[in-house]
């Protein structure tokens, strides 16, 4: 089992920036992918970024030169730096945990960005 809690979304302009943080419990850390996903009022949950424990990311074309996802293994924490933001990046974001051997996922409670215009 592992337990996900996101913090640091908020209220923010068109164009500033917030870092959301996600605090891993419960299992080992460093054999999970970790992923964000958002799901924005009347869409369908988008995986956003991800990073394997060796460090290698992925991003979804949208937020490429302005969101970057890191992790503290040591932490046990993933973050998603997100810079440059845009009315579309309103949200809920959502952190993911995923095994790729046993092919398990846990998911945080989420937490709500909005950018206003």
């Known amino acids: 089992q592992v337990q996900l809690v996101e913090s640091g979304g908020g209220l923010v302009q068109a164009g500033g920036s917030v870092r959301l943080s996600c605090a891993a419990s419960?299992?080992?850390?460093?054999?999970?992918?970790m992923r964000w996903y958002r799901q924005a009022p009347g869409k369908q949950r988008e995986l956003v970024a991800s990073i394997t424990s060796g460090g290698s990311t992925n991003y979804v074309n949208s937020v490429k030169g302005r969101f970057t996802i890191s992790r503290d293994n040591a932490a046990n924490t993933v973050y998603l730096q997100m810079n440059t933001l845009k009315p579309e990046d309103t949200a809920v974001y959502y952190c993911n945990a995923f095994h790729v051997r046993i092919y398990t996922e846990y998911w945080g409670q989420g937490t709500q960005v909005t950018v206003s215009s």
């Open positions: 419960g299992s080992i850390f460093i054999l999970y992918t």
